[in-house]
């Protein structure tokens, strides 16, 4: 009977954590959760740029991670952000000067979630940060998830559950951060007027 219920207890188990999804790359080390955790708040990396805080989605670790192996790039991509007047960027790709860094500006309409694709990347990181309107992401479970097209650089699509998908929508606020390790989806249609 105990063999029963401890075997009844970790199947259960498996269930939960496999129903609770995987969105992100985990980190088990407390410690450094908590030096990433106090490092994002403390606010240093901001480098003048004020106007948005990284939504709560965005992997502290990781964030604290790339920063450190990257930190020219991304220093200085929060000195453009603080010292652009980002609604006054023409539609288009722009380089970001001094770095190895691509603005892409988009002032077009969100899309159904049907007709928006998934992706990821291997080598890139993806700032998104909405200006102006709503826009609405979404972060897809690795654990019913699959790639769906062959890895060309840099972009790979997943067939995926839309109903084990998170979905946030943007605030002028905050700004979303995705690794690779986070599958998302961008550009889907809100309920709001302004897309």
Known sequence: MNKLLTLTIVILISFTAYGQGVYTRECN???LQKKAA???KKGKWR?????????????????????????????????????????????????????ELVTSVE??????????????HYHHVDFQYVVKGTERFG?????????????????????????????????TDKFFVF???????AKIKTDGDSQ
């Open 29 to 31: 080390d407390k410690v």
């Open 38 to 40: 106090k490092w994002v």
């Open 47 to 99: 480098n003048g740029f004020t106007a948005a805080a990284p939504h709560e989605t965005v992997n502290s670790v990781e964030f604290y991670e790339q920063y450190a192996k990257n930190t020219d790039q991304w220093e200085a991509m929060f000195r453009w952000l603080a010292s652009t007047d980002l609604l006054a960027i023409p539609a288009g790709k722009h380089p970001i000067e001094g770095t």
């Open 107 to 120: 002032d077009s309409e969100n899309g159904e979630l049907a007709k928006r694709r998934s992706e990821s």
């Open 139 to 171: 972060i897809i479970d690795h654990n019913t998830s699959e790639p769906n097209t062959k890895y060309r650089p840099d972009v790979i699509h997943y067939r995926y559950d839309p109903d084990k998908t998170r979905f946030y929508d943007s605030a």
């Open 179 to 185: 690794f690779p390790s986070d599958w998302h989806i």
